[in-house]
T-cell receptor
Framework: DTGVSQDPRHKITKRGQNVTFRCDPISEHNRLYWYRQTLGQGPEFLTYFQNEAQLEKSRLLSDRFSAERPKGSFSTLEIQRTEQGDSAMYLC?????????????FGPGTRLTVL | EDQVTQSPEALRLQEGESSSLNCSYTVSGLRGLFWYRQDPGKGPEFLFTLYSAGEEKEKERLKATLTKKESFLHITAPKPEDSATYLCAVISSGSARQLTFGSGTQLTVLP
């Protein structure tokens, strides 16, 4: 399977703990995106990489959130000092670097529950 | 700021009963409008991209159309396996590369 993969699929943590999620994009895609989705809503953009450069961050991405893509391949999203409001599905997507309208392909997501 | 509104929020159809889902958008320079299907607990699955008014795309029982203000996803003779949430999203010249999504239409097709 050459689709986008994410790990873990589910994470349960206590408030105040740090968590880290991993995303492996489709191999020939050099753009990588993180989104967050809460129940009954569409995904909301968090941040975007082109190769290893983080080019855009949403105002939703507080100082407790950090994302990296060190070698332009996989990416990690870390949330420090988790809060109950961080509970959501965290989605990763990737796309080619050809034009504005390139299709973004999503992974299965990581479901985070903060107790 | 880009805005996407989908209607209805939920739709129940009998198998074989055709219908349409609506996606209206307000953007500063549309670069692309996207339709995705999302099953419970899974990531969105790409269906279509539309770039300009008048464009149409088809895939099996689904047909997407685009005007300057809205897009429709027409479902012809749906089957129970078409049950899912259908999401509409846009990329505009003012939004860099990120998708702005609507809240989706939850479709249930009854056998």
């Amino acid at each position: 399977d050459t689709g986008v993969s994410q790990d873990p699929r589910h994470k349960i943590t206590k408030r105040g703990q740090n968590v880290t999620f991993r995303c492996d994009p489709i191999s020939e895609h050099n753009r990588l995106y993180w989104y967050r989705q809460t129940l009954g809503q569409g995904p909301e953009f968090l941040t975007y990489f082109q190769n290893e450069a983080q080019l855009e961050k949403s105002r939703l991405l507080s100082d407790r959130f950090s994302a990296e893509r060190p070698k332009g391949s996989f990416s990690t999203l870390e949330i420090q000092r988790t809060e109950q409001g961080d509970s959501a599905m965290y989605l990763c997507a990737s796309s080619r670097d050809n034009s504005w309208g390139n299709e973004q392909f999503f992974g299965p997501g990581t479901r985070l529950t903060v107790l | 700021e880009d805005q996407v509104t989908q209607s209805p929020e939920a739709l129940r159809l009998q198998e074989g009963e055709s219908s349409s889902l609506n996606c209206s958008y307000t953007v500063s320079g549309l670069r692309g409008l996207f339709w995705y299907r999302q099953d419970p607990g899974k990531g969105p699955e790409f269906l279509f991209t539309l770039y300009s008014a008048g464009e149409e795309k088809e895939k099996e029982r689904l047909k997407a159309t685009l005007t300057k203000k809205e897009s429709f996803l027409h479902i012809t003779a749906p089957k129970p396996e078409d049950s899912a949430t259908y999401l509409c999203a846009v990329i505009s010249s003012g939004s860099a590369r990120q998708l702005t999504f609507g809240s989706g239409t939850q479709l249930t097709v009854l056998p």
